[in-house]
């Protein structure tokens, strides 16, 4: 089964100043197709997850363009350019191709 | 507007079976994948099963294959999970997701809290 390994688990950000998650997979997640299905979500306190970053680098619908994703083959990593108290939450990343389908661990952001 | 309402959710002893429900509405139902998700207490996401938008492919976690069954009406927009013989690892709030392609859940319900205790 693909592992995928978020760090870190957990940042203290201070409103205005980025923020960075690496997710790294235990091999390459690049698909026979030529695509790469590796997707981050934002779970936010008393809410459920909800897809920001599809396909490595594609925003979703309604997502500020403050986030950003980028990555390839093993390594994959998303920006937040100016963090907002908005952004606190529990991020992941996720492999879509893969079966079972891996999760990463989770990055805890708050605001310092 | 795409909307899932998951129901069903409740305490259940150890050894005891559950069906959770997820209500489509806004998009062609049939037409989507749709997959379960949970979040155990403290923990991270963990995905659970998949189904085809007839209903005749499916696909489970190893950890509930042969316990938890996966199936959909798409005449009533609703999507199942029965879960029988569960334990307290099945412990978790149930997200019924919305497949977009390849996994990229675009949209989630409300959860359902599943609790396996004595």
């Known amino acids: 089964d693909i592992v995928m390994t978020q760090s870190p688990l957990s940042l203290s950000v201070t409103p205005g100043q980025p923020a960075s998650i690496s997710c790294k997979s235990s091999?390459?997640?690049?698909?026979?197709?030529?695509?790469?299905?590796l997707h981050w979500y934002l779970q936010k306190p008393g809410q459920s997850p909800q897809l920001l970053i599809y396909e490595v680098s594609n925003r979703f619908s309604g997502v500020p363009d403050r986030f950003s994703g980028s990555g390839s083959g093993t390594d994959f990593t998303l920006k937040i350019s100016r963090v907002e108290a908005e952004d606190v939450g529990v991020y992941y990343c996720m492999e879509g191709s893969s079966q079972p389908i891996a999760f990463g661990q989770g990055t805890r952001l708050d605001i310092k | 507007e795409v909307q899932l309402v998951e129901s069903g959710g409740g305490l259940v002893q150890p050894g005891g079976s559950l069906r959770l429900s997820c209500t489509a509405s806004?998009?062609?139902?049939?037409?989507?994948?749709m997959q379960w998700v949970r979040r155990p207490p403290g923990r991270g996401l963990v995905w659970v099963s998949m189904?085809?938008?007839?209903?005749?492919?499916?696909d489970y976690a190893g950890s509930v294959k042969g316990r938890f069954t996966i199936s959909r009406d798409n005449a009533k927009n609703t999507l199942f999970l029965q879960m029988n013989n569960v334990g307290p690892d099945d412990t978790a709030v149930y997200y019924c997701?919305?497949?977009?392609?390849?996994?990229?859940?675009?949209?989630w319900g409300q959860g359902a809290r599943v609790t396996v205790s004595s």
């Open positions: 189904i085809s938008p007839d209903g005749g492919g499916t």
């Open positions: 091999r390459s997640l690049l698909h026979s197709n030529g695509h790469t299905f």
């Open positions: 997701t919305k497949d977009g392609g390849w996994s990229r859940f675009e949209h």
């Open positions: 806004g998009f062609t139902f049939s037409g989507t994948w």
